[in-house]
Nanobody, 125 residues
Framework: QVQLVESGGELVQAGGSLRLSCAAS????????VGWFRQAPGKDREFVAA????????FYAEAAKGRFTISRDNAKNTVYLQMSTLKPEDTAVYYC??????????????????WGQGTQVTVSS
């Protein structure tokens, strides 16, 4: 069992930056790939970024490429999402999730076993 807690979401102006954190507790967190998803009001949850268990591989949605960076510190059981050049369309609740060990389909939400409660990111224009 893995418990995930996101933090770092807040109100920021367009063009600004934020770093989200996903702190994990539970066994063997370092074995799990981790992803970030987001859900805007009235929209489906969408994939943002993911990282392999080692941090050696990362994956990004087109909307995140070049602006967001996912990283992890397994010694701290924490995954980060550094977001820059934020746009109003980035406004959403951001969720981190831990995927099935060995999963290679990290853009799919059904590959994820454990989810955090989400953190709100609001980007004003």
């Amino acid at each position: 069992q893995v418990q995930l807690v996101e933090s770092g979401g807040e109100l920021v102006q367009a063009g600004g930056s934020l770093r989200l954190s996903c702190a994990a507790s539970g066994r063997a967190f370092s074995s799990y790939p981790v992803g970030w998803f987001r859900q805007a009001p009235g929209k489906d949850r969408e994939f943002v970024a993911a990282i392999s268990w080692s941090g050696g591989s990362t994956f990004y949605a087109e909307a995140a490429k070049g602006r967001f960076t996912i990283s992890r510190d397994n010694a701290k059981n924490t995954v980060y999402l550094q977001m820059s050049t934020l746009k109003p369309e980035d406004t959403a609740v951001y969720y981190c999730a831990a995927a099935k060990i060995g999963s290679r389909w990290l853009t799919r939400s059904d590959e994820y076993l454990y989810w955090g409660q989400g953190t709100q990111v609001t980007v004003s224009s």
